[in-house]
T-cell receptor, first 111, second 114 residues
Framework: QKEVEQNSGPLSVPEGAIASLNCTYSDRGSQSFFWYRQYSGKSPELIMS????GDKEDGRFTAQLNKASQYVSLLIRDSQPSDSATYLCAFFSNTGNQFYFGTGTSLTVIP | GAVVSQHPSRVICKSGTSVKIECRSL??????MFWYRQFPKQSLMLMAT?????????EQGVEKDKFLINHASLTLSTLTVTSAHPEDSSFYIC??????????FGNGTRLTVT
């Protein structure tokens, strides 16, 4: 079982729609979860971090965490073509003292 | 502003030569830096964890004698790809974590071995 599971996509949404990205993880003890965006040929950049159950909103982005289900998601409202990228889900394992990344979901926002 | 500075951003070298990549933590002292490699259309793969003042911890399958890591100060870690071969061509990315912070990535180094 992989530590982090993501649907690789590709996911396509029309401009202005809501994009929903999902992720499950294996480490029940993990307390820190992150979403990174990676444009083609670039390194990942942090867009959201979430540490407690529930929703966390930042502009057009909302991260949702459900530790009981070991599930974290990212919603992008009013999707823009500039949101087209690969989105990486990650968590930090205290036991392993390292980050685990999913394989990423490719998102395309169609103008 | 940038938290992590990585140089060079792009390098082309001949097979058999060595290449050094530098990773600097700009805003804080980093006792731990992580080195990742990413092949086209694949996920990030952790190569090694660089610890200041001690030997790096390498992931399974990563040759420590080929990928030399030096973390001599709290703000600088270097990765040297020795005797590079075309199959080493990849995108190498360093990252820094301090305390409970998320992982901050450098801009990456695109290595092409001809």
């Amino acid at each position: 079982q992989k530590e982090v599971e993501q649907n690789s996509g590709p996911l396509s949404v029309p401009e202005g729609a809501i994009a929903s990205l999902n992720c499950t993880y294996s480490d029940r003890g993990s307390q820190s979860f992150f979403w990174y965006r990676q444009y083609s040929g670039k390194s990942p950049e942090l867009i959201m971090s979430i540490y407690s159950n529930g929703d966390k909103e930042d502009g057009r982005f909302t991260a949702q965490l459900n530790k009981a289900s070991q599930y974290v998601s990212l919603l992008i409202r009013d999707s823009q073509p500039s949101d087209s990228a690969t989105y990486l889900c990650a968590f930090f394992s205290n036991t392993g003292n390292q980050f685990y990344f999913g394989t990423g979901t490719s998102l395309t926002v169609i103008p | 502003g940038a938290v992590v500075s990585q140089h060079p951003s792009r390098v082309i070298c001949k097979s058999g030569t060595s290449v050094k990549i530098e990773c600097r933590s700009l805003d804080f002292q980093a006792t731990t830096m992580f080195w990742y490699r990413q092949f086209p259309k694949q996920s990030l793969m952790l190569m090694a964890t660089s610890n200041e003042g001690s030997k790096a911890t390498y992931e399974q399958g990563v040759e420590k004698d080929k990928f030399l890591i030096n973390h001599a100060s709290l703000t600088l870690s270097t990765l040297t790809v020795t005797s590079a071969h075309p199959e080493d061509s990849s995108f190498y990315i360093c990252s820094v974590k301090t305390g409970d912070s998320p992982l901050h990535f450098g801009n990456g180094t695109r290595l092409t071995v001809t």
